[in-house]
């Protein structure tokens, strides 16, 4: 089976073409999902900001993040995330491709998972297409392998996933304090005479 028997597969909207030039008119502005916005760990990094698109048209709701739809860089590293509450209503633009899960089939944290596995990861190198920059498009991405899987084992790999991010967040952060308190104390044996 491949990705596309588990999830719909589209590419976001090309900017060129609807971006306002020059005096034109305004007709929406939005708020734009960017390459700067994607961690290499497979989240949006909150904090970032997102860039503001001055649309010359109105733009098709299809071309925006929606809950539960994961999005993935067509470029190097090739990240996927999954979109949550705090980040539906994004545009997203052609650089990256949104994948749907068909949710009687797949779990679409599952599919980003799997997207930012070591496996998929060598699988897109083979079938990459450029030289400076290497890319992907959809149709290689709907012809990812994909192993049939039932809910519930795939539940248990989010839950094992959550799990093993917020042990990394919390190891970060203990590594965030030990700095202080190791900048702190050099500082005092420095200042005593």
Known sequence: ?????????????????????????VAATYNLLTLNNIGDNGFIIDGSGFETFHSSDALGAH??????????RLSHPHTAVYIDEKHAGL??????????ADACKCLPQFISWYLNSSMVKRE?????????????????????PMQEITLEKQKWVVD?????????????RLIEEKEKEFTAITQQILAKK
Do not use: W
Request: glycine letters at 6%.
């Open 1 to 25: 089976m491949k990705l596309c028997d588990f999830a719909e597969v589209k590419t976001g909207v090309v900017l060129a073409r609807k971006k306002v030039n020059g005096n034109g008119d």
């Open 63 to 72: 071309y925006f993040t929606e809950v539960g739809d994961v999005v993935m």
């Open 91 to 100: 545009l997203v633009p052609s650089y990256f491709a949104i994948i749907k």
């Open 124 to 144: 897109l190198e083979r079938s990459q297409s450029g030289s400076r920059i290497p890319s992907t498009n959809k149709n290689v991405l709907k012809s990812i």
């Open 160 to 172: 094992l996933l959550k799990l093993h991010q917020r042990e990394k967040n919390l190891y970060h």
